[in-house]
C-alpha cells in the first residue's frame, strides 16, 4: 500500500506561482511513475504532469513550458512548480502514484487562481 498526502495549494492571482508537494508513504520502493492530475468543477480528471522511475517527464499541453514535475531521490516527495498560472489553472490537483499494478491517490489540494 501506498499513502499519498498532498498540500500546498491555495489562491494565487494569475501570473503568480504555487508549488504543490506530495508526500508519499508506504511501501515507497514500489512506486514507480508519479503523476498530477487535477479536476476544474464540472470537467472530467485530466492529466497535468507525470514522471517515471528513470525521470523521464512528460507535460500536457496546458503544463508545458510553465508547470515543472519532479521528486526527490528518496521517494518519499513529489512536487508540482507552477509558474504563471492563469484562472483556468483552478482546479483540485491530486497527486498519484503507481506501482505498476495500481495507481493510488491522494485526496487532492484545491488551487485557486484570481483574475
Known amino acids: 500500500q501506498v499513502q499519498l498526502v498532498e498540500s500546498g495549494g491555495g489562491l494565487v492571482q494569475a501570473g503568480g506561482s504555487l508549488r504543490l508537494s506530495c508526500a508519499v508513504s508506504?511501501?515507497?520502493?514500489?512506486?514507480?511513475?508519479m503523476a498530477w492530475y487535477r479536476q476544474a468543477p464540472g470537467k472530467q480528471r485530466e492529466l497535468v504532469a507525470s514522471?517515471?522511475?528513470?525521470?523521464?517527464?512528460y507535460y500536457t499541453d496546458s503544463a508545458e513550458g510553465r508547470f515543472t514535475i519532479s521528486r526527490d531521490n528518496a521517494k518519499t516527495a513529489a512536487y508540482l512548480q507552477m509558474n504563471s498560472l492563469k484562472p483556468e489553472d483552478t482546479a483540485i490537483y491530486y497527486c498519484?502514484?503507481?506501482?505498476?499494478?495500481?495507481?493510488?491517490w491522494g485526496q487532492g489540494t484545491q488551487v485557486t487562481v484570481s483574475s
Open positions: 498519484a502514484g503507481s506501482d505498476v499494478r495500481t495507481w493510488y
Open positions: 508506504g511501501n515507497i520502493f514500489s512506486v514507480t511513475a
Open positions: 514522471i517515471r522511475s528513470d525521470n523521464v517527464t
